[in-house]
């Protein structure tokens, strides 16, 4: 399995999954992140991994991560598109030119590279499974996170496209749509929208959700990791939330 922004909650969370599944992990994230630490997490549950400094946004990172993966363990089976950015919180208008195109190039460039690079590595082995990260945020209006919404909803486009296209050779595509998860980008997000008491914004966005709490890391992996697995071989093109029933209402 490779998993992109795996040095993150919820790749972290993912690498560790899958590793107690059995699985040799391809962890791929920034130079300068964690990678040794989730490499190690890997070893210690007893599975293969390799870590992969790799910008998502450019195609020669992109096919490096293949390649390694290729070379290592013999190919790629199931693919977690998971890397993502929230860019700037605030008023669209003042949103910045530079970091809206980060935010584009990241979190829907980056999965379209993943999927174009992929695929052909999968289609070698037989198929497999792609989970693209998304969010809540592809599924409805997001005014204070701009880019971002904007680059989910692309997401949860090229994953229906993707599972039209592949499904018939083999390849399954969903995507996860979390919110909200203990993560670093939570906790950028509740300063963002509460400067000076962040905690009381966890405490409002925790209050608005059905369960009443946050989602943990481990909860997505444990998802991403069935959408990977045998036991999921009809599901393909879903759009699946993960948020304590938020989407319901």
Request: glycine share 14%; charged share 20%.
């Amino acid at each position: 399995v490779v998993i992109t922004g795996a040095a993150g909650g919820i790749g972290r969370a993912a690498a560790e999954r899958f590793a107690r599944e059995g699985a040799s992990v391809v962890a791929v994230d920034l130079a300068g992140s964690a990678l040794d630490e989730v490499v190690a997490l890997v070893d210690g549950a007893g599975a293969r991994a390799v870590g992969v400094p790799a910008d998502v946004s450019k195609s020669s990172d992109v096919e490096r991560y293949v390649r390694i993966a290729k070379e290592r363990f013999g190919g790629i089976d199931a693919f977690f598109n998971n890397a993502g950015i929230e860019g700037w919180i605030g008023p669209t208008t003042q949103y910045p030119e530079e970091i809206f195109d980060k935010v584009i190039a990241v979190n829907l460039k980056g999965v379209f590279l993943g999927i174009k690079y992929v695929v052909p590595a999968m289609l070698e082995r037989g198929g497999g499974a792609i989970v693209n990260t998304a969010s809540v945020a592809g599924l409805s209006g997001t005014p204070s996170i701009f880019a971002y919404g904007a680059s989910k909803h692309a997401v949860v486009g090229m994953t229906k496209s993707a599972a039209l296209e592949f499904g018939p050779r083999g390849i399954r595509t969903n995507a996860v749509c979390p919110s909200p998860i203990e993560t670093r980008m939570m906790r950028a997000l509740e300063r963002g929208m509460n400067p000076d008491e962040p905690e009381q914004a966890h405490q409002q966005m925790a209050a608005g959700n059905p369960m009443g709490r946050y989602g943990e890391p481990a909860e997505v992996a444990a998802f991403v990791a069935f959408l990977c697995s045998s036991e999921a071989s009809y599901l393909n093109g879903g759009i699946f939330p993960i948020d304590g029933g938020r989407m319901a209402r």
